[in-house]
């Protein structure tokens, strides 16, 4: 699955969820996706901004984890997947992957 996308998934399932109300950062390496749930929705672009939290995982273990094929908190606890910032924020994240 390209970046590209990852991102068309990840722009409409954001932007039909409750909008998060902090700001979250997926860092893929070289591509980024920044999602502004500051406002009445979320509203998602590829900027490289400071966020409230920033998950940083390899494509594929995201495209796993959004599939099924990789539970979240193991890819966590295994370290594929790293945190900075708002851990509440990140728990959040199931109600963008669905």
Do not use: H, R
Not at 1 to 7: Q, R, S, V, W
Not at 20 to 47: R, W
Not at 55 to 69: K, L
Request: glycine share 10%.
């Amino acid at each position: 699955m390209a970046f590209e996308t990852i991102l068309a998934n990840l722009t409409t399932s954001a932007t039909k969820a409750e909008a998060l109300g902090k700001t979250l950062k997926f860092d893929f390496g070289e591509n980024k996706i920044f999602i502004d749930g500051t406002g009445a929705g979320n509203l998602i672009s590829t900027e490289d901004k400071e966020a409230d939290c920033t998950i940083s995982v390899a494509q594929e273990d995201f495209i796993g984890m959004t599939n099924g094929s990789i539970n979240p908190m193991t890819a966590f606890m295994s370290g594929k997947i790293k945190v900075k910032g708002d851990m509440g924020l990140a728990m959040k994240l199931q109600t963008l992957l669905k």
